[in-house]
């Protein structure tokens, strides 16, 4: 059975890729240093599972550190989830997102490299196409300037990792680069679970349909789009756990080189259409308002998701009903959240 060691995999997107990892056969370790998530995701992922994954609690930047998670274990891949990801507080603490991005990636690879490990999945984003309004994003489309310091690191992670496949041919990279992952695992047990108030629109929105937060303010309604609301490609972050596990099988099959895929649904649904969508799921009405456009938000954003589909099998499954329903699960089980470690 094959080792593959998921950095960030106490956090939301790799929870479930764990579970997903777990269901297709993988042996999984786990190195997160908690500093977004708790240790009760282990539990709930052995409620799930009926596995305990081996947990490591390590900073990825801490090269000591990691290193026995290497010696320990015989790893066959990678997947990097490990990373800081608030787009407003990346403006706030620019030295704290490029340090614990770009270190923790360079310590990863450095000990892929000592330990022999060939395999490696990357978290990009689709901010690294920038403010263009070409849509649908293909793998092709040029990559953009990105607004904020976040956005940086993962345009410069993926740099990083095309000159290591130059530099180690035999390394094998994935850059997968997500659109708006949204939902829960169906269990209820696990899900996206930020600190203090959220600032993206399914947080929110949840946080609201369960009156912890007053009212939503729709950032602008003015934009040219059938409603004058921004679309945004949500994806369910189950079937994107799925685009992990595709990855690394596909990999399996590369000798070399770096492969960029999308992961997105290929479906722009507007910020009005969202708060519909959830508004049936709750069962009642979302409050709202209709406020000033957020700084850096482009108008449309969604993939084109012919190369996930043609090369790896890939394609979201999951409907903005069966997200919003995942997510009002999670939320009315968790109304805290989880509990603190
Ligand atoms: P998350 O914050 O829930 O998970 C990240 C995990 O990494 C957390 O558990 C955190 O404790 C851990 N971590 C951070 N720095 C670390 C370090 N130095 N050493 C060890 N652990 C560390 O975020 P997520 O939404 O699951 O995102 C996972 C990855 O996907 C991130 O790299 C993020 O930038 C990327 N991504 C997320 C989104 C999104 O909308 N959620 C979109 C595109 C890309
Ligand atoms: N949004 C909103 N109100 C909020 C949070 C988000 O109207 O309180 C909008 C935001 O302007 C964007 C969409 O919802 O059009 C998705 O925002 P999110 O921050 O979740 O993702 P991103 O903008 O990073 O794609």
């Not at 950032?219 to 789009?225: K, Q």
């Not at 994806?235 to 990999?251: E, Q």
């Not at 259409?273 to 959830?278: D, G, L, N, Q």
């Amino acid at each position: 059975m094959a080792t593959v060691l998921v950095t960030g995999g106490m956090g939301f997107i790799g929870s479930h890729t764990v579970i997903s990892l777990h269901n297709n056969g993988f042996d999984v370790v786990i190195a997160d240093n908690l500093s977004n998530s708790k240790t009760e995701v282990l539990n709930r992922l052995e409620t799930i599972t009926g596995k305990r994954f081996k947990f490591y609690k390590v900073d990825c930047c801490n090269k000591e550190e990691l290193r026995k998670v290497f010696e320990e274990n015989d790893i066959d891949s990678v997947i990097h989830f490990a990373g800081l990801k608030a787009v407003g507080e990346s403006v706030r603490m620019p030295v704290e997102y490029y340090s614990n991005n770009i270190n923790s990636l360079l310590t990863v690879v450095t000990l892929m490299n000592e330990f022999g490990v060939k395999k490696i999945v990357f978290s990009s984003s689709a901010t690294v196409y920038g403010e263009s309004e070409d849509v649908p994003f293909t793998e092709e489309s040029p990559l953009g300037t990105c607004t904020n310091p976040y956005g940086w690191t993962k345009w410069m992670l993926e740099q990083v990792l095309r000159d290591c496949s130059v530099a180690y041919p035999e390394l094998r990279v994935c850059l997968l680069r997500y659109f708006n992952p949204v939902g829960a695992h169906e269990s209820g047990l696990i899900g996206e679970d930020p600190r203090g108030i959220p600032n993206n629109l399914f947080p929110y929105i949840s946080k609201v349909a369960a009156g912890t937060l007053e009212k939503l303010t729709v950032f602008g309604n003015d934009y040219d789009t059938p409603d004058g609301t921004c679309l945004r490609d949500y994806i369910h972050v189950c079937d994107l756990a799925d685009g992990h596990v595709r990855s690394l099988n596909y990999l399996a099959t590369q000798s070399e080189g770096v492969s960029v895929f999308n992961l997105g649904t290929g479906k722009g649904t507007s910020v009005v259409e969202a708060i519909k969508a959830f508004e049936k799921a709750c069962g009642h009405e979302i409050p709202h308002v209709f406020g000033p456009r957020r700084a850096g938000d482009i108008p449309v954003c969604y993939a084109s998701t012919d190369k996930a589909r043609e090369v790896l099998g890939f394609e979201a499954k999951r409907t903005i009903e069966d997200m919003c329903s995942s997510c009002w699960n999670w939320q009315t089980k968790n109304p805290q959240g989880l509990p603190e470690d």
